[in-house]
């Protein structure tokens, strides 16, 4: 583990002091309580196999000083219970060289390895299946068309099939070189759905009654078991399900017991179940830190095994204070470990203003990211195969970036790092451009914490920072720069809206980001009108605010904010929809603001007056890049992100930066030539 250079040698023997103490887990100690979490990486090969991108991924969380890591979920039997096209299967012997060649590597690099075993059962897409029939505990007809089967029930002989194949893929793992095994009990997998009531319906020797529906699991337990001798042997499990007639913490905690006299030395504890809950399997910023802790404890309690507490767990305190607490033995981080490899290493080192934060913001889960893992903060994960930025490339060099939002911050630091002179021009007086804004409104805190560190980042970097000041293109070439960044975000557009020029109208973005003389407060009628993300959230921050907010949208209430991101959107527009202080109008055009009301229109022409003090306009904004075509028309190599070249999110710009980084890369590093 290769501590920060900025360690405090008389912190560093007070940080943390339960966190990283060490643990035995029957013949295993680990160094810390520090686990990685398993998460699907989407980096394995179509047929299964360990890839060197995956070996790289997990050895730098190693590197980083995670005391076990916890391989993604394995599928053990791919005909029947694939998950995703690029999951890890160990059904037979084929895919176990690169199993041996991780775990080496993990070892080297100084953690523990644990191999998560799973199988999708009714939630593993029939495309990924070799019949293309999906099969789970029993049948399940489609919601659209009743009449359509599209789960079929397991037959005894698959029930009994399955068993023995999670037993035959832990001893293969074992013979990797694992040091334990974990089983994917929760999330409304395989295992979970023969236990819960709302997916088991047999009435055979594997359901029936809560008995019987022990029955898989409790097989499936002693055929691992048998497989790995005393190895330590983990139980990864929703403590709650959060759907109604699901398994609640009650039930969990009699079921662990069960689980534990069959073998399980190591309870896990996850909450939820996909898709109904999923918003507790992979929460929204707006969880409360450390909201999962209680339901460790009760299963802590309930059994007296060692248990990992898991879930929007983001601050060393946080981690610490639960094991000093009791709440759980070990602390797993999954988010977090995207985010900074190097969480445990900077935790443990005295330094966590170093590390840099998980915003719970699931850029990393988003749709259009499944394809591979991803950080919205940190572009190298999933990439660290990709060679690091040269230190002297830039010597001798300038670099000028135009824009200090994440985006413009994030590759000014990079420029830095890479020897440039960097310069980093900002309009306003503060650092942190769109960032500001889209931390503003309720529940979304989390982000301002990322502000906070690229401020700090910034800090300590040798960056020239140039605040207040919008920079000029003449400005620009004055100084003569070898490159130039344009980071510098978006611009009020005109919505050809009468009286939008009033007083009384205001720009959403400009209220959030607090450039506005506004100042909303109690009994303040709003009028918002945009039914996008910003639209959605200045509501909220309206009303937060005590005003009574009228949310006009075009679309359909169905279609508020709908390109925002899946949990965050489910979990803003449940609220918006039940908030006392926040009425919807959709199907609406505002087409006319006037003295102290808005006018607005249906679908069918007819008009109505709402009474409004202030009217904020979510429409839109343009992206402002007019700077970048006067540079380029100079011949100045010219870089164009973030909301500069296209709107989207925090990590798009981020993830801009670092691809623009990579072209300045190809453009002044030395040429390597091949090996071979």
Not at 626 to 635: K, M, N, P, S
Request: hydrophobic share 40%; glycine share 10%.
């Amino acid at each position: 583990m290769n501590l920060p250079p900025d360690a405090n040698e008389d912190v560093l023997k007070k940080a943390y002091t339960n966190l990283f103490s060490p643990i035995q887990l029957g013949s295993l100690k680990l160094k810390n309580r520090v686990v990685m979490a398993p998460m699907s990486t989407s980096l394995g090969g179509i047929d299964g196999r360990v890839t060197p991108d995956q070996i790289a991924f997990y050895q730098e969380r190693a590197r980083g000083g995670f005391g076990l890591i916890v391989v993604e979920f394995t599928s053990v039997d791919p005909d029947t219970g694939r998950t995703e096209l690029h999951q890890l299967s160990l059904e037979s012997d084929r895919n176990l060289d690169g199993h041996y060649r991780l775990v080496d590597a993990l070892h080297e690099s100084g953690a523990k390895a644990f191999l998560q075993l799973q199988h999708g059962g009714r939630f593993s897409p029939a495309k990924f299946l070799k019949d293309g029939i999906v099969r789970g505990p029993s049948r399940v007809w489609s919601r659209k068309d009743p009449t359509k089967l599209v789960v079929e029930e397991m037959d005894d002989a698959l029930v009994r099939r399955l068993v023995d194949a999670f037993g035959a893929a832990a001893g293969r793992a074992a013979r990797a070189g694992y040091d334990g095994i974990e089983l994917h009990g929760a999330h409304g997998y395989l295992l979970s759905q023969f236990m819960s009531p709302l997916s088991n319906q047999r009435d055979d020797a594997w359901g029936g009654d809560a008995e019987r529906r022990m029955a898989f699991p409790i097989a499936v337990i002693k055929s691992v078991r048998e497989a790995i001798g005393d190895l330590p042997f983990c139980y990864r499990i929703s403590a709650d399900e959060f759907v109604e007639g699901g398994l609640d913490i009650d039930d969990t905690a009699q079921i662990c017991r069960h689980l534990v006299d069959a073998g399980i030395d190591i309870i896990h504890a996850s909450t939820g179940r996909g898709p109904q809950s999923f918003d507790k399997v992979m929460e929204p910023m707006s969880a409360p830190e450390g909201w999962r802790l209680p339901y460790a404890r009760r299963l802590r309690e309930a059994t007296g095994v060692p248990v990992i507490g898991v879930g929007q767990i983001r601050l060393p305190e946080t981690a610490e204070n639960a094991i000093a607490d009791g709440d759980c033995d070990l602390v797993a981080l999954g988010r977090p470990s995207l985010t900074d490899p190097y969480w445990p290493a900077k935790a443990q080192a005295g330094t966590p203003e170093l590390i840099r934060p998980c915003t719970t913001c699931n850029f990393c889960i988003a749709a259009e990211n499944l394809h591979r893992v991803t950080c919205a903060e940190n572009p190298r994960t999933g990439r660290e195969l990709q060679a690091p930025i040269p230190a002297d490339l830039g010597i001798g060099k300038k670099a000028i970036v135009v824009g200090a939002g994440p985006g413009g911050i994030s590759t000014a630091l990079m420029l830095i790092e890479a020897g440039f002179e960097t310069h980093l021009y900002e309009a306003r007086e503060t650092l942190g451009g769109g960032i500001i804004a889209s931390g503003a409104p309720p529940g979304k805190e989390l982000l301002l914490r990322y502000r906070d560190y690229l401020d700090r980042q910034v800090t300590k970097s040798g960056v020239c920072t140039h605040v207040g000041h919008a920079v000029t293109a003449d400005e620009v070439a004055a100084l003569s720069p070898d490159l130039v960044v344009i980071a510098a975000g978006t611009r009020r557009r005109s919505h050809g809206i009468e009286g939008e020029d009033s007083a009384m109208a205001v720009e959403a973005y400009d209220l959030l980001m607090g450039d506005s003389d506004v100042t909303l407060g109690e009994g303040d009628r709003v009028v918002v009108y945009g039914g996008g993300e910003t639209g959605c959230e200045a509501s909220e921050f309206a009303a937060a605010r005590g005003a009574m907010v009228t949310l006009v949208t075009r679309s359909r209430a169905d279609q508020l904010a709908r390109s925002a991101e899946m949990v965050y959107r489910s979990n803003l527009v449940d609220r918006l929809m039940r908030h006392d202080r926040i009425t919807v109008l959709a199907g609406h055009h505002l087409v006319r603001i006037g003295d102290r009301l808005a006018v607005v229109r249906n679908g069918d022409g007819a008009e109505s007056e709402l009474e409004a003090d202030y009217v904020l306009l979510a429409q839109g904004r343009d992206r402002q890049s007019e700077i970048a075509d006067d540079l380029i028309a100079r011949g100045i190599p010219t870089h164009i992100i973030g909301d500069s070249r296209q709107g989207g999110r925090i990590g798009d710009a981020v993830h801009d930066g670092y691809e623009a980084m990579r072209a300045i890369i190809a453009r002044y590093g030395k040429i390597q030539t091949a090996l071979c």
